[in-house]
């Protein structure tokens, strides 16, 4: 099991920056080499849990097109954390943001049915 825990949310302005970080722990024999999918998701009220961004254990890394640009997925190996740096927010992305975790990696990585274990979520608000 993983246990995955999100913190960094809060209220912005638009056009400010905010850090969500996402601690993972549990059965991991090593996050580096058995987690290979590491994705943030958001959710808006009343809308779909969508992708946001996805990293890979080597390091590749994927973005929906609306944060391409604006916001960074990072993975600290020796923290067993990733991180997800959003920057120029707008109030189009505000939400409840969701750190997602699989041991495999699969190509239809945008899809929440690809990821096994995921946080509680932690809300991020940007006002205009």
């Known amino acids: 099991q993983v246990q995955l825990v999100e913190s960094g949310g809060g209220l912005v302005q638009a056009g400010g920056s905010l850090r969500l970080s996402c601690a993972a722990s549990?059965?991991?024999?090593?996050?580096?080499?058995?987690?290979?999918?590491m994705a943030w998701f958001r959710q808006a009220p009343g809308k779909e849990r969508e992708f946001v961004a996805a990293?890979?254990?080597?390091?590749?890394?994927y973005y929906t097109d609306s944060v391409k640009g604006r916001f960074t997925i990072s993975r600290d190996n020796g923290k067993n954390t990733v991180y997800l740096q959003m920057n120029s927010l707008k109030p189009e992305d505000t939400a409840a943001y969701y750190c997602?975790?699989?041991?495999?990696?699969?190509?239809?990585?945008?899809?929440?049915?690809?990821?096994?274990?995921w946080g509680q979520g932690t809300q991020v608000t940007v006002s205009s």
């Open positions: 549990g059965s991991i024999f090593s996050f580096r080499f058995s987690i290979n999918a």
């Open positions: 997602a975790a699989s041991y495999a990696w699969y190509s239809s990585y945008q899809s929440r049915r690809s990821y096994n274990y």
């Open positions: 990293i890979r254990s080597g390091g590749p890394t």
